[in-house]
C-alpha cells in the first residue's frame, strides 16, 4: 500500500529492507555524516553551485558540515530528503526530493525533485541514471501521481536529463538564485505515473 511522501522518510525506509536504491552502476544511499569533506570538494565549485537556487557562495566546509548533519538527524526546518549518490564507494552528488504545495513553479501539490553531480562526473549518464531509479522509488513507495522538477533555463544539461526520464516542461517562472545574488527564468517541469510507466514498460 503506498502512503503519501509527506508522511514517509526516506530515511526509514533505506534503513529498513531495502537498504539502498542500487542502478546499473549506481548505489543511492542515506547521507552520512563523514560525507561532509567529499560533498564539499564537489560542491566547492563555481560550475556547480551557480545552476542551484539555495546555496551560498562562496560554500565553505562548515556550510558542508552543517548540511549534511542536517539532512542526517533531521533538524527542525529541514524538508528534504536527501541520498548520496555514489559509484565505485566514491561520493558523487546528492538527489533529493521536498513535499511542496502548487504555486508558480508547480501545477499542484506533491513531491519536487532536486539533484546535482560532482563536475568531474558529467557527461557520462549518471545523472539520468540516478533520476530514473530515484522517481521509480518514488512512484512504487508514495501515492503522489506527479513528480515535478525544474531548473534555470539556462542550466541546458539538467533540463536535458530530466526530459530522458520523462518530465515535461510545464510552465516558465523567475527564481531568486542566491549563489548568483538576482532571478533567473527557471523552467518548470512534471513527470505523470502513467507517463513514466508507459516510457519504462
Known amino acids: 500500500m503506498r502512503i503519501p511522501l509527506l508522511y514517509l522518510s526516506l530515511m526509514k525506509i533505506l534503513s529498513g529492507d531495502i537498504g539502498e ?3 546499473q552502476r ?3 544511499r542515506a547521507l552520512r555524516l ?3 569533506e567529499p560533498l564539499f570538494a564537489l560542491f566547492n565549485n563555481w560550475n556547480v553551485v551557480r545552476s542551484l537556487s539555495s546555496p551560498p557562495w562562496p560554500f565553505l566546509l562548515a556550510h558542508a558540515e552543517w548540511f549534511v548533519r542536517s539532512a542526517v538527524e533531521g533538524a527542525p526546518g529541514f524538508d528534504e530528503e ?3 549518490i555514489t559509484h565505485d564507494k566514491a561520493f558523487m552528488g546528492a538527489i533529493g526530493v521536498r513535499m511542496r504545495q502548487a504555486d508558480e513553479m508547480q501545477r499542484g501539490p506533491g513531491p ?3 539533484y546535482w553531480l560532482g563536475e568531474k562526473f558529467w557527461g557520462q549518464g549518471f545523472m539520468s541514471e540516478a533520476v530514473a531509479a530515484f522517481v521509480r522509488f518514488i512512484f512504487n513507495t508514495a501515492a503522489s501521481d506527479t513528480i515535478y522538477s525544474g531548473a534555470f533555463a539556462d542550466n541546458t544539461a539538467s533540463l536535458r536529463v530530466q526530459e530522458k526520464v520523462g518530465f515535461a516542461r510545464q510552465s516558465i517562472s523567475t527564481l531568486f538564485s542566491t549563489p548568483r545574488g538576482a532571478a533567473f ?3 518548470n517541469t512534471a513527470l505523470t505515473r502513467d507517463r513514466f510507466e508507459a516510457l519504462t514498460s
Do not use: N
Open 112 to 114: 519536487r525533485l532536486g
Open 82 to 84: 536527501l541520498l548520496a
Open 26 to 28: 549506481l548505489i543511492l
Open 21 to 23: 536504491i542500487r542502478t
Open 185 to 187: 527564468a527557471h523552467v
Open 34 to 36: 563523514d560525507d561532509a
